[in-house]
């Protein structure tokens, strides 16, 4: 699994696949990595059991962030699969984590439907959703790329073509790196492990 720079270049390139293809990702890098990347910041959003949640309430946890909607044909159950098989891959180290679904679809995904939807998927997996502004938001803050096919003005049909980028940040709210939600649960959990042993590494002065 290459490491490469996480630059906007290769975003473009997510973006134009993506408008392509209807839904989400397609021949990208499986991790890409920058340390100066601007990727993340403050938001307050709504847990699926209606508490407000912001970027401070995690702090100190890994955060594991994975940008869908309930709609979703593909990408979304897979990757939310895979983050499932991952944590319990993880064994005890999964508690240093906290995996988050956030809706890229405010318009149908109320809290409601978010946690009847993630009861298919690891408990542990907690549901963001909240006002189209604040959706955007946090769209904005993680550059995800998101756009809705066709109009909602006539019904709820509709298909919403997104990035599908699993995010890892670290105990301090910083971006670390980002693997593809298509990635297999073994995979997922090994990169994690990687990723956490070499941010561990870089705190230590030693």
């Excluded at 593809?180 to 070499?198: F, H, P, S, V, Y």
Aim: charged share 20%.
């Amino acid at each position: 699994m290459k490491r490469i720079i996480f630059a906007p270049a290769l975003l473009a390139v997510g973006v134009l696949t993506a408008a392509m293809a209807l839904r989400v990702v397609s021949p990208v890098p499986k991790v890409m990595i920058s340390g100066t990347a601007a990727i993340g910041g403050p938001f307050t959003l709504v847990a699926t059991n209606g508490d407000d949640v912001r970027d401070e309430t995690y702090r100190g946890k890994w955060l594991l962030i994975f940008f869908g909607y309930t709609s979703c044909p593909d990408a979304c159950p897979t990757a939310l699969n895979n983050i499932s098989a991952a944590l319990e891959k993880l064994g005890s180290d999964a508690a240093k984590l906290q995996p988050l679904f956030v809706t890229v679809d405010p318009h149908r995904d109320t809290r409601e439907l978010m946690r009847d939807y993630l009861q298919s998927f690891d408990s542990r997996i907690i549901g963001l959703t909240g006002t189209q502004d604040q959706i955007d938001h946090v769209v904005k803050e993680y550059r995800v790329y998101v756009a809705q096919q066709g109009s909602e003005a006539d019904d709820n049909d509709y298909l919403v073509s997104h990035s599908a980028y699993i995010y890892l940040m670290d105990p301090n709210g910083k971006f670390v790196n980002v693997i593809q939600g298509c990635e297999a649960g073994d995979d997922i959990a090994a990169w994690l492990r990687k990723e956490m042993t070499l941010e561990a590494v870089k705190g230590d002065p030693e």
